[in-house]
Nanobody, 126 residues
Framework: QVQLVESGGGSVQAGGSLRLSCAASGMTVSGYFMAWFRQAPGKGREGVAGLASFGLTAYADSVKGRFTISRDNGKNTLYLDMNSLKPEDTAMYYC????????????????????WGQGTQVTVSS
């Protein structure tokens, strides 16, 4: 069965950086469509960055130029490099994987993903 385990969250000051990791088992990250989502208290789940199996990426406008999604096939791990962090980036971050073919903005739609991790908290202070 598919299992996704996130790590790397923490507390940083505005302008700082973090790298989130999502270790996958029961699947290969190179063969799935994968994404990072976040959810702040009282808000809905928001797509942050997506990575198609064939390499296409998608980013939310709010993180373009600051966040980068990538994968390491050898480690079977998905990453999210977050730079120039802002207080509004504070949220629980989730890794998701799906087998349905998707591209563009659809990569950032939570309803197309069947498998989810437990989340890792990111807190950015001003």
């Amino acid at each position: 069965q598919v299992q996704l385990v996130e790590s790397g969250g923490g507390s940083v000051q505005a302008g700082g950086s973090l790298r989130l990791s999502c270790a996958a088992s029961g699947m290969t990250v190179s063969g799935y469509f994968m994404a990072w989502f976040r959810q702040a208290p009282g808000k809905g789940r928001e797509g942050v960055a997506g990575l198609a199996s064939f390499g296409l990426t998608a980013y939310a406008d709010s993180v373009k130029g600051r966040f980068t999604i990538s994968r390491d096939n050898g480690k079977n791990t998905l990453y999210l490099d977050m730079n120039s962090l802002k207080p509004e980036d504070t949220a629980m971050y989730y890794c998701a994987a799906g087998s349905e073919w998707m591209a563009g903005a659809r990569l950032l739609q939570p309803e197309v993903y069947r498998n989810w991790g437990q989340g890792t908290q990111v807190t950015v202070s001003s």
